[in-house]
T-cell receptor, first 113, second 113 residues
Framework: DVKVTQSSRYLVKRTGEKVFLECVQDMDHENMFWYRQDPGLGLRLIYFSYDVKMKEKGDIPEGYSVSREKKERFSLILESASTNQTSMYLC????????????FGEGSWLTVV | AQSVAQPEDQVNVAEGNPLTVKCTYS??????LFWYVQYPNRGLQFLLKYITGDNLVKGSYGFEAEFNKSQTSFHLKKPSALVSDSALYFC???????????FGKGTRLHILP
């Protein structure tokens, strides 16, 4: 089975801190995604990557950056956390090609105080 | 730009009754369509997908969905609801010309004993 692992399930950070959310997938997938989930807003795409060192902005990239130095790892970075970034963050991966299924991690709950 | 609409925030169904969760989409080209389910404090789990072929797609846990191109809909259905089906359901669309996958806002399904 495909496994997408988000190393931190629950984090509490202070305003202004730099935050790293790590995601690792074990199936050699080309494409990886970061979404945030908020009640009533569903999943919103922050960034995605279709190859190592490649990244594309999603719908809400402001306040975030990403890093993909290795194919299996896709990191989301909050340079200076703010309270409005308190949310559930979901990482996902999908093989290249068409019609494939996207696989999700278990999510990271981030609270910024 | 592609988009997905789930017009109902919540659906209540009595156990044993049929259920429908609605989804409509908009893409420029041919769509790939997905349904996912989320249980509390978990990531999203894949239920089923439509890529091409038969308009009626069968998936996990007895769910099925019908692709209707003229109405641009992909409603999720189950003939007989179980209390354990209570969860948050997301519809998603991927344009075959794009790597992005866009999710709806989600529909919370309550199955009443």
């Amino acid at each position: 089975d495909v496994k997408v692992t988000q190393s931190s399930r629950y984090l509490v950070k202070r305003t202004g801190e730099k935050v790293f959310l790590e995601c690792v997938q074990d199936m050699d997938h080309e494409n990886m995604f970061w979404y945030r989930q908020d009640p009533g807003l569903g999943l919103r795409l922050i960034y995605f990557s279709y190859d190592v060192k490649m990244k594309e902005k999603g719908d809400i990239p402001e306040g975030y950056s990403v890093s993909r130095e290795k194919k299996e790892r896709f990191s989301l970075i909050l340079e200076s956390a703010s309270t409005n970034q308190t949310s559930m963050y979901l990482c996902a991966s999908i093989p290249g090609g068409t019609g494939n299924t996207i696989y999700f991690g278990e999510g990271s709950w981030l609270t910024v105080v | 730009a592609q988009s997905v609409a789930q017009p109902e925030d919540q659906v209540n169904v009595a156990e044993g009754n049929p259920l429908t969760v609605k989804c409509t989409y908009s893409v420029s080209g041919n769509p790939y369509l997905f349904w996912y389910v989320q249980y509390p404090n978990r990531g999203l789990q894949f239920l089923l997908k439509y890529i091409t072929g038969d308009n009626l797609v069968k998936g996990s846990y007895g769910f099925e969905a019908e692709f209707n191109k003229s109405q641009t809909s992909f409603h999720l259905k189950k003939p007989s609801a179980l209390v354990s089906d209570s969860a948050l359901y997301f519809c998603a669309v991927r344009d075959i010309r794009d790597d992005k996958i866009i999710f709806g806002k989600g529909t919370r399904l309550h199955i009443l004993p």
